[in-house]
């Protein structure tokens, strides 16, 4: 089975973007997935398209595939900050990243890589101590 790397973002606008990594597909809509599913239905018309005109196309389009999402790190804190289940003192715990660096980076600030990294792991670790809940 073919596994596609997709990458999930929130626009400033709150509306959510997902796309391929090394794929041309992609997708948008008012939640996360809204645009999972446009993105599907993409991938399912291009393919219908492709037929229809005899083109060629990525042939794991016909078999089993699945898409490994993924998302950004500051689209991340946005969907569950916005959503109420984390609060900015939450993520400083989590992170290790003071309150007002975090909420720049809600607002539009690009988090450096090395910032970005300390998300990440904050997170990677959160995940892996509750993954330890249900063992």
Known sequence: MTTIEAIIERAADGTFTVYCQ???FSGAGETMEAAKAD???????????????GFKYPAFLDGPY?????FDATSLMKYYVGAGIFSLAGLEI???I???QLWSYLN????RKTQRDRIERGF???????????V
């Open 22 to 24: 090394d794929e041309i």
């Open 39 to 53: 993105m599907k239905r993409q991938m399912d018309f291009y393919r219908e398209t492709a037929r229809e005109e």
């Open 66 to 70: 699945e898409i490994h999402y993924s």
């Open 94 to 96: 989590v992170t290790g």
């Open 98 to 100: 003071n309150q007002k």
């Open 108 to 111: 539009g600030t690009k988090p």
């Open 124 to 134: 990677r670790k959160l995940s892996k101590d509750l993954s330890t809940i249900f």
